[in-house]
Each structure stands twice: as C-alpha cells, then as structure tokens.
C-alpha cells in the first residue's frame, strides 16, 4: 500500500515538473511527505511477536 502511494507521487511528481509549473510545489510537498513517511515505515518496520 505504502508502495503504490509512493509510486503514484513520484509520477504525479514527475508530470508536474514537465507540464504544471504553478501548481508543482505541491506536488513536490507531496513526495516529501511520502519520502518522510516511507523512510519511517522502513526505520520502524514490523517487530516480531514474541
């Protein structure tokens, strides 16, 4: 799931940097906020049930 918000920003990212130079701040407020909660999923991850 974490994955394919990630993807889906990335793209929506990338066509805003081509095509829509007024509203692509927020699309790159966006992606940060994706990387941020990305990299804290990956920090985090899931610790065994003992």
């Known amino acids: 799931m974490l994955w394919t ?12 940097l081509v095509t829509f130079h007024a509203i692509g701040w927020y699309i790159h407020i966006l992606l940060v906020v994706a990387l941020i909660v990305l990299l804290i999923q990956l920090f985090s991850g ?4 003992v």
């Open 46 to 49: 899931r610790r065994p049930v």
């Open 5 to 16: 918000i990630f993807v889906i920003l990335l793209v929506l990212w990338l066509v805003g």
